[in-house]
């Protein structure tokens, strides 16, 4: 329904702001009452086209850029006097009267103003939006097998038990019919020998009597003794009943009720059950300015020969990798709170800490991610099948997620991927136009970002690859040549608080940057010896692992 047609609503002209509108100019997208027309129209310094409001053009659904002097409102006129955009309110106030006004999107600045507002909408708002959602998508579509399994396991179960029950009963059933067999038969067989040992009497006295009546003998006669009366009375007859089953008739309405229901499948469209990604909306820590010059606060030497890797537990507590299957625990004075070996005594390849404080380390030899926790170690995740992908480099993500580096025994093909639990949750591996997006070396150390970037320091591509939480590359940084000739070779990587990317050169230096690949600065200082693994606290202290002296500094740099 059109605005005027609201018996509740009255839109006022935009010239006089005391009368209702009845008209528009479609030229200068002003709307107009009865009154302004005619005042309107009489600046001839640019062509008009008043028609009734209800008659107007639909106006196309363009970013215009917001006035300057009336934030709620949107400046679609250009006054090239003035050389600035108006909007309705800045014309009605008289200042541009007389002057030449035209469509801003007439003035080809302010249409790439508006085509760059939303270019950067689509990049940093909308896309990073649909992404996120095939992500969730994509989740929601490798926990559907297992939610299922689950169901029908429950089902299973159900079934199991109830066979159980069911055997149970028959079991009990047949063995009290053998009991009953057993005792009718102990009762028929009592009776058989009675009448056998009755019969076998009886038999007896037949052959007596015929040998008295075949003898003259009168002392066999007088001895007899008639045992007719005894055998005349019959011995009592066993009668048994056999037992019989009553089966109950099976009501399968009942039965499906007693076994248990399905809850039915709900498929609901929300209208709105997705909000749009608005990154402005994300609160940020405060801004910690750096440091003119990075100071070395502690060092503490780990005893490895080698020293690859160094991660934090707490702000007191770090852990290190070096080049044995030791991986050792340290407080900032340099005890050793802890040792943890590997489970197969094989070399870890690097090391990385949960939200949860557990040990996460890698073994490409057994090609497996592993856990240490309680002091007990439990393999998470084990590739298998036809796949030759060897396990390198990881780090624990914000949402608990494990990011792993990964590459074939033939060094050709390398990827990054999430692992949720022991679920593989996302692959990535290249860039938009399908060409691989890290080396086939096997060095990449890998961190996450704070706005959910994924960081990899490439050792042998020279290049630190950063892409967003979807995949898609955001840049590559090759080194900043102004502080240092020598071409970038990144180690270790690691990200702060102010979502800044800290990068181990092996030029004996540390590359900042911010999270949009700008260079900010080289920590050069410090007598750093072949940084390799980095790690910061979450006071933004930065932990550098020297491989060459197995020693661990910690340095403020901001």
């Known amino acids: 329904m059109d605005p005027l047609d609201r018996a509740q609503v009255l839109l006022l002209c935009d010239l006089c702001q005391r009368s209702a509108l009845q008209s528009h100019c479609e ?51 250009y006054c090239e006097k003035c050389d600035i955009p108006v909007c309705s309110t800045c014309i009605s106030s008289g200042k541009h009267h007389g002057h030449k006004l035209t469509n801003v999107l007439q003035n080809p600045s302010f249409i790439k103003e508006i085509l760059n507002n939303d270019l950067k909408e689509l990049e940093k708002r909308i896309c990073p939006t649909y992404e996120e959602i095939a992500l969730d998508l994509n989740s929601e579509k490798i926990n559907l097998e297992k939610n299922y399994e689950k169901l029908t396991t429950t089902v299973t179960k159900q079934g199991e038990d109830w066979h159980r029950e069911i055997n149970v009963i028959v079991n009990k059933q047949k063995s009290e ?43 066999l006669t007088s001895a007899y003794n008639s045992r007719n009366a005894e055998f005349r009375n019959l011995p009592p007859k066993v009668n ?11 009501n399968t309405e009942q039965l499906h009720q007693m076994f248990g229901s399905l809850s039915a499948l709900s498929i609901i469209t929300e209208e709105h059950g997705y909000t749009m990604k608005t990154p402005e909306a994300v609160s940020c820590p405060p801004v910690k300015p750096l440091l003119d010059e990075p100071e070395l606060i502690t060092t503490i030497d780990t005893e490895y020969d080698r020293l690859f890797s160094v991660t934090c537990l707490s702000d007191e507590e770090i852990w290190t990798r070096g080049d044995d299957e030791i991986m050792k625990l340290y407080n900032l004075q340099g005890k050793r709170l802890k040792s943890t070996q590997t489970k197969s005594g094989n070399k870890p390849r690097d090391i990385a800490v949960t939200r949860s404080g557990d040990l996460v380390y890698t073994e490409p030899d057994t090609r497996t991610v592993n856990i240490v926790k309680n002091k007990k170690i439990k393999e998470v995740i084990r590739l298998q099948g036809w796949e030759p992908y060897n396990m390198y480099n990881v780090c624990s993500t914000s949402s608990g997620d494990l990011l792993v580096t990964m590459i074939t025994d033939d060094y050709k093909q390398s990827k990054v991927v999430r692992y949720s639990g022991s679920t593989e949750k996302q692959t990535i591996q290249f860039d938009s136009k399908g060409k691989p997006l890290y080396s086939s070396g096997y060095i990449k150390y890998i961190s996450e970002n704070r706005n959910l970037d994924i960081c990899v320091a490439d050792y042998v591509a020279r290049a630190v690859v950063v892409v967003n939480q979807a995949g898609k590359l955001r840049f590559r940084y090759t080194g900043h040549f102004s502080t240092t000739k020598r071409r970038l070779v990144p180690a270790g990587i690691t990200t702060d608080s102010q979502s800044q990317i800290l990068t181990a050169d092996c030029n004996n230096c540390i590359h900042i940057l911010d999270q949009d690949g700008q260079f900010l600065r080289n920590i050069d200082n410090c007598d750093l010896e072949r940084p390799y693994g980095i790690c910061v606290d979450t006071k933004d202290n930065l932990f550098v692992a020297e491989y060459l002296s197995g020693k661990v500094k910690k340095i403020k740099y901001m």
């Not at 302004?36 to 600046?43: F, I, K, Y």
């Not at 057993?182 to 056998?196: S, V, W, Y």
Request: charge should be positive; include cysteine.
């Open 27 to 77: 030229l200068c997208q002003i709307n107009l009452c009865k009154a302004c027309v005619g005042e309107h129209l009489s600046d001839s310094s640019m062509r008009h086209n008043v028609v009734p409001y209800k008659h107007r053009t639909a106006i196309p659904n363009v970013n215009y850029p917001k006035c300057p002097n009336h934030t709620q409102k949107h400046c679609e006129l």
């Open 177 to 219: 019919i053998d009991d009953m067999k057993t005792k009718h038969l102990a009762a028929l067989n009592k009776q058989e020998r009675e009448i056998k040992q009755i019969t076998s009497d009886v038999k007896q006295c037949i052959v007596d009597l015929k040998k008295i009546l075949d003898s003259n003998d009168v002392s």
């Open 240 to 250: 048994v009943s056999l037992p019989s089953f009553s089966p109950h008739q099976i």
